[in-house]
Structures are given as C-alpha cells and as structure tokens.
C-alpha cells in the first residue's frame, strides 16, 4: 500500500495550492479518499474526503466553498485544490484511505501516506 501525497508549499493569505495524493497497491481498492491536516500543537483534522467512482464528496465546515476535493479513476489520483487560504490552514496534509465507506472519522481511514506541508503566511 502507498499513498504519496505532494502539492504543499509556502503562499501567502489568499492564494492556491494544489494537494495530489496518488495510491498504488491495495489503496487503490479503496472505496474512498482523505485528505487530512495537524497544526502544530492541534489534533489531526478532517478537511475533505471523496470515493473513487461515483465521487461523492464531503468536506468540513471550516473549508467549504475554499476547497475542492477531485478525482482521477484512471490515474488513481486525488487533488485538493485549495483556494483563498488562510493562515489557520496551515498544517502538515495527510492523504488517507479507508477501504470501505466514506466517512470524517480518523479511525475509519486504513491507510495513511506520508504528510505535506502547507504554510499559508498572513
């Protein structure tokens, strides 16, 4: 299983980013896709989730209508597009699977790829 998520970066206060998450081996069974973020000192967050076929999405409150979450079937690729940031999204983003369902829990998400870091200066 591996999950290799790329995109972070450094911008300032309202600009973009682009968050890919790419899966190969048994992630790529997976019925959905996470992405997830911890600031410095916080607990890890849900922020967007979407399943591989039909592409329902779901996204925390605290981004909706900033982020868009998308996917690729054939490449096997999730992208975060992340627009208007601010400063309280900065965090290391983590991409996730979970094998079975679609859901915002962190216990639910089987695999874990490694973080990128987003730093958004005010």
């Known amino acids: 299983v591996q999950l290799q998520a790329s995109g972070g970066g450094l911008v300032q206060a309202g600009g973009s980013l682009r968050l890919s998450c790419a899966a190969s081996?048994?992630?790529?069974?997976?019925?959905?896709v996470g992405w997830f973020r911890q600031a410095p000192g916080e607990g890890r967050e849900f922020v967007a989730a979407?399943?591989?076929?039909?592409?329902?999405?779901l996204y925390a409150d605290s981004v909706k209508g900033r982020f868009t979450i998308s996917g690729d079937n054939a490449k096997k690729t999730v992208y975060l597009q992340m627009d208007n940031l601010k400063h309280e999204d900065t965090a290391v983003y983590y991409c996730?699977?979970?094998?079975?369902?679609?859901?915002?829990?962190?216990?639910?998400?089987?695999?874990w790829g490694q973080g990128t870091q987003v730093t958004v200066s005010s």
């Open positions: 996730a699977v979970q094998m079975y369902g679609l859901g915002m829990v962190i216990s639910e998400y089987d695999y």
């Open positions: 979407i399943t591989w076929t039909v592409g329902i999405a």
């Open positions: 081996g048994r992630a790529i069974n997976s019925d959905a």
